[in-house]
């Protein structure tokens, strides 16, 4: 027998992550955005009956038999009681949770999402990323990337570690002061997943010549600061065919995307994403740069982690292929003193002068979508 989707009835067993409570008259099945509320009463008992029939692997057919015969469920009641487990993904592949692999609770985290957590991980294993910028934000990116099982990253940062980086760079020590940020930070991620195929490179990146002398890669991730590297990189990854994402900060605001997948997304030159001097008043231009030549960014941890955090969840998506990336075709902005959430799009401009022409390229990744 097939299952509603049309694949074949394999056995599957309910989700490890998946509780079960009533809060007022509502019964919540799962807990989560993808929680199930029943709030027929009559339809608790055997919802709850079927969801501990899961404990064992069944199948499609065994289970609305069960619901049929020993619940004495009517069949479209029966069908409706599956579909609430199915819609939650509630229900998982017997052999999808092995609390002795490395990557266990992850695996569970991409069954949540309704992807299939062997595949995710094997592409997560093939993935490379170049990471550009190794300070507070490609820290955390990094380790986090690192640990979640990415097969290699490329890490590019000219700087040294300062006395004043350590509020917010959580992998260096005061002893890895006036140590290159590339060095330190390549030996602390091997020290977490020896797995990792983890290249440094101690170097600035100023022109498209700079870009083009580094390797290849699933997504390149910008966290450095230096002017004009948002749109060097673009310029470089569309016209490469290479997806790019860009995690910063705005003062207090954590700042993460747009995620550019060339010929599929809109790229950092469709829209206007950041603020310039006027063009068309020179003398006000030139007074607004002389007063910017100043700035200093105010860079705080909570902030940094924030901006990496949810940059690494995209990051991790778009590389295993679950979810959608919240910063596919938008740039994210998280407002800090009030936790406002800023969506700017980034959406795909036909008359781009960057990326008009662009088609999509075939995915590298086994298993893409
Ligand atoms: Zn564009």
Same mark, same amino acid.
């Given at each position: 027998?097939?299952?509603?989707?049309?694949?074949?009835?394999?056995?599957?067993?309910?989700?490890?992550?998946? #509780?079960?409570?009533?809060?007022?008259?509502?019964?919540?099945?799962? =807990?989560?955005?993808?929680?199930?509320?029943?709030?027929? #009463?009559?339809?608790?008992?055997?919802?709850?009956?079927?969801?501990?029939?899961? &404990?064992?692997?069944?199948?499609?057919?065994?289970?609305?038999? =069960?619901?049929?015969?020993?619940?004495?469920?009517?069949?479209?009641?029966?069908? *409706?009681?599956?579909?609430?487990?199915?819609?939650?993904?509630?229900?998982?592949? *017997?052999?999808?949770?092995? @609390?002795?692999?490395?990557?266990? &609770?992850? *695996?569970? =985290?991409?069954?949540?999402?309704?992807?299939?957590?062997?595949?995710?991980?094997?592409?997560?294993?093939?993935?490379?990323?170049?990471?550009?910028?190794?300070?507070?934000?490609?820290?955390?990116?990094?380790?986090?990337?690192?640990?979640?099982?990415?097969?290699?990253?490329?890490?590019?940062?000219?700087?040294?570690?300062?006395?004043?980086?350590?509020?917010?760079?959580?992998? =260096?020590?005061?002893?890895?002061?006036?140590? @290159?940020?590339?060095?330190?930070?390549?030996?602390?991620? &091997? +020290?977490?997943?020896?797995?990792?195929?983890?290249? @440094?490179?101690?170097?600035?990146?100023?022109?498209?010549?700079?870009?083009?002398?580094?390797?290849?890669?699933?997504?390149?991730l910008v966290s450095a600061d230096s002017p004009g590297i948002t749109g060097l990189v673009n310029a470089h990854c569309v016209a490469s065919g290479q997806a790019w994402l860009n995690a910063c900060y705005v003062n207090d605001i954590a700042v993460w995307g747009p995620l550019v997948v060339p010929g599929e997304t809109g790229c950092w030159d469709c829209r206007p994403l950041t603020?310039?001097?006027?063009?068309?008043?020179?003398?006000?231009?030139?007074?607004?740069?002389?007063?910017?030549?100043?700035?200093? *960014?105010?860079?705080?941890? @909570?902030?940094?982690?924030?901006?990496?955090?949810?940059?690494?969840?995209?990051?991790?998506?778009?590389?295993?292929?679950?979810?959608?990336?919240?910063? #596919?075709?938008?740039?994210?902005?998280?407002?800090?003193?009030?936790?406002?959430?800023?969506?700017?799009?980034?959406?795909?401009?036909?008359?781009?002068?960057?990326?008009?022409?662009? #088609?999509?390229?075939?995915? +590298?990744?086994?298993?893409?979508?």
């Amino acid at each position: 027998m097939n299952s509603s989707d049309g694949t074949i009835d394999a056995p599957r067993v309910l989700a490890p992550y998946v #509780r079960i409570g009533v809060q007022g008259e509502t019964l919540y099945l799962g =807990f989560g955005s993808l929680q199930q509320a029943v709030n027929d #009463r009559t339809l608790w008992r055997p919802l709850v009956r079927l969801a501990a029939h899961f &404990r064992e692997p069944r199948t499609r057919a065994e289970a609305l038999a =069960f619901l049929r015969d020993a619940c004495l469920v009517r069949e479209p009641v029966a069908q *409706a009681l599956l579909l609430t487990l199915e819609s939650g993904n509630c229900l998982v592949r *017997a052999h999808a949770y092995d @609390p002795a692999d490395r990557y266990s &609770r992850h *695996a569970l =985290f991409y069954e949540l999402s309704g992807t299939e957590a062997g595949r995710v991980q094997r592409r997560l294993t093939e993935s490379r990323v170049l990471l550009l910028g190794c300070g507070g934000i490609g820290n955390l990116v990094a380790a986090t990337l690192a640990t979640a099982g990415v097969g290699e990253l490329t890490l590019v940062d000219a700087d040294h570690v300062e006395l004043s980086n350590l509020t917010r760079q959580f992998l =260096f020590t005061e002893a890895d002061v006036g140590l @290159p940020k590339a060095e330190v930070l390549a030996r602390e991620l &091997r +020290r977490r997943d020896s797995g990792c195929l983890v290249r @440094p490179i101690v170097r600035s990146v100023h022109d498209t010549e700079d870009l083009r002398a580094l390797p290849e890669a699933d997504l390149v991730l910008v966290s450095a600061d230096s002017p004009g590297i948002t749109g060097l990189v673009n310029a470089h990854c569309v016209a490469s065919g290479q997806a790019w994402l860009n995690a910063c900060y705005v003062n207090d605001i954590a700042v993460w995307g747009p995620l550019v997948v060339p010929g599929e997304t809109g790229c950092w030159d469709c829209r206007p994403l950041t603020a310039h001097p006027p063009v068309d008043d020179p003398e006000l231009a030139e007074l607004i740069s002389g007063v910017n030549r100043h700035y200093q *960014a105010p860079s705080n941890g @909570p902030v940094n982690m924030l901006a990496s955090s949810l940059a690494a969840l995209d990051a991790l998506r778009h590389l295993g292929g679950f979810g959608v990336p919240a910063s #596919r075709n938008r740039r994210m902005g998280v407002w800090t003193h009030d936790l406002a959430l800023d969506r700017q799009s980034a959406e795909r401009d036909p008359a781009c002068t960057t990326c008009s022409d662009v #088609r999509p390229s075939t995915p +590298r990744l086994q298993g893409a979508r």
